[in-house]
Every structure is written in structure tokens, then in C-alpha cells.
């Protein structure tokens, strides 16, 4: 089952709504129940949101928990400090995940796949983080 979080602003193609599989929440991350995840079998979250440090945290906070072992909590777009946005997102997705490894050492950056292009060659900069316990 696919569930993606999103705001109502957002537009998505209609056939999402039409498919078994796929559930569509337009409340945004923070309104998003996890206990629809409790018996969801494997867990792997993709997050793509607004970039800035602050959401980039709360979500690591919100979901990872429920990523399961040898899954993956997939941070996107921590180029935006390589790119001299840093600024723009009070340290962005970089920073978040930076700090949330800090106290969470369940994850590790995998660098296989952050480096599979070359070293950190991805808009996910450092943002493939596998759960290890």
C-alpha cells in the first residue's frame, strides 16, 4: 500500500484516487495519522516536502520511527545547501538530517547509494538513510 502526504494546494493526477493500492491525504505531514502505519508491514518513506529545516526535522521525527529494518527514510533535496540556498532553508534537509543521525544511531547514510553516481552526486545529498536496528 502506498499512502503520499501532501497539501490541497497540490495537484496530482486524478488516477492516484482510482488506484487499490494508493491512498491520497491532502492534509499535509502534520495532520497525517501514523497509526495507520501499525501494521503496515515494510516501511519505506520518501520525503520530499518543503525543504526547510524545521519540517525536514519534524517529519524525520514523525515517520522514522516507523520505517522498518533495512528499509529506507529517503530525505530529498539537501543539494539546496550545495546549491547556496542553505540560507533560504535555515540549513535544510542537510542540517535536519545532520542532527536527527545525532541522537537516532538506527540510521545510517548509505553511501551506496548516495555515491552511485560519484560522491554525493544526487539532489539527496547524504539523504539515504537505512535503518539498521
Same mark, same amino acid.
Given at each position: 500500500?502506498?499512502? =503520499?502526504? %501532501?497539501?490541497?494546494?497540490?495537484? !496530482? *493526477? ?10 491520497? #491525504? ?41 520505517? =522498518?529494518? %533495512?528499509?529506507?527514510?529517503?530525505? !530529498? *533535496? ?10 533560504? #532553508?535555515?540549513g535544510g534537509p542537510a542540517k535536519?538530517i545532520h542532527e536527527y543521525l ?32
Amino acid at each position: 500500500m502506498i499512502h =503520499t502526504v %501532501d497539501l490541497p494546494a497540490n495537484h !496530482e *493526477d486524478q488516477l492516484l484516487h482510482q488506484h487499490p493500492r494508493i491512498r491520497v #491525504f491532502k492534509t499535509g505531514f502534520e495532520q497525517y495519522d501514523t497509526g495507520l502505519l501499525q501494521n503496515a508491514g515494510t516501511v519505506l518513506v520518501i520525503e520530499d516536502g518543503s525543504h526547510q529545516y524545521r519540517d525536514s526535522l519534524a517529519c524525520l521525527e514523525k515517520f522514522a520511527p516507523f520505517v =522498518t529494518k %533495512d528499509a529506507y527514510y529517503i530525505v !530529498e *533535496d539537501g543539494i539546496v545547501n550545495e546549491l547556496g540556498m542553505g540560507k533560504e #532553508f535555515n540549513g535544510g534537509p542537510a542540517k535536519a538530517i545532520h542532527e536527527y543521525l545525532q541522537q537516532h544511531p538506527e540510521f545510517i547514510i548509505d553511501r551506496r547509494y548516495c555515491d552511485f553516481f560519484g560522491k554525493n552526486a544526487t539532489f539527496n545529498t547524504n539523504g539515504y538513510l537505512k535503518k539498521i536496528s
